[in-house]
């Protein structure tokens, strides 16, 4: 059989045979008019790999992607990040959407926030950051604790915002269920309606009527309240109790 060269040039993406393996670097048959090298670096996405030999042995067969050809000193420069990328993304993509990670952010772009989380980029839109406007530069370099709302190979999107409308939303629920009917709590007067007041306490909010602000008969809620002011109130009934 006829052996044919492999034609290379920068940037290629190649299937080759790895024949020798050192701490710092691997020799890799690409059948081409040079054999390909690959140093440590490019076998990982962080840099913490510390020898080769802990994630290659001769006799692999892989793909690598060309970075530099030197026709001088008779080497081809390989590379495997953009396939450790992919792969990386690929299998994200398989998690479940809405699961919790925390990402760092990368840098500020006019529509959000570039995240990176185990290597893999990620997008927070401007509009997902929080529940609040805000400016994104704030948030340069900070680590975020996100939800992904969408997660394919092509792109990751990720929210903090909805987190923070799910915690406020469970922090809720639970306080809710810790109020007690017939018990007293001190709380804050939030509004004052012609009905009644509306007294937040905790993480929840209740309605105090209009006929239960007083053992005298009030005719105008804000003659006897104002907003902002703290009292006392005693739950009498729950929705749904």
Do not use: W
Request: glycine residues 8%; charged residues 35%.
């Amino acid at each position: 059989m006829e052996f044919e060269m492999t034609k290379v040039r920068v940037g290629k993406i190649v299937t080759g045979k790895v024949f020798h393996v050192a701490d710092d670097y691997a020799y890799v048959d690409i059948q081409a008019f040079a054999e390909g090298i690959i140093y440590k670096e490019g076998l990982s996405l962080d840099g913490s790999l510390k020898s080769c030999k802990d994630v290659l042995k001769e006799g692999d067969e892989l793909t690598f992607k060309i970075t530099r050809i030197d026709h001088e000193s008779q080497q081809i420069l390989l590379t495997r990040r953009d396939m450790l990328r992919e792969e990386k993304r690929a299998e994200f993509a398989q998690k479940a959407e809405h699961e919790r990670i925390k990402v760092k952010v990368k840098k500020v772009t006019k529509g959000g926030l570039v995240c990176m989380y185990d290597g893999i980029e990620m997008f927070m839109p401007l509009s997902h950051i929080d529940v609040k406007r805000v400016n994104a530069q704030d948030f340069k370099g900070k680590t975020l604790e996100c939800i992904v709302l969408e997660s394919s190979e092509r792109r990751i999107i990720v929210s903090r915002k909805v987190l923070l409308q799910e915690d406020e939303r469970k922090a809720k629920e639970e306080a809710y269920e810790g109020i007690e009917v017939g018990k007293s709590y001190k709380g804050t007067v939030t509004s004052v309606l012609p009905y009644g007041a509306f007294v937040s306490f905790g993480n929840i909010e209740g309605l105090l009527h209009v006929s239960e602000i007083s053992h005298h008969r009030v005719n105008d809620p804000n003659e006897v309240l104002k907003k902002g002011e703290e009292v006392e109130v005693k739950v009498i009934q729950k929705d749904g109790g």
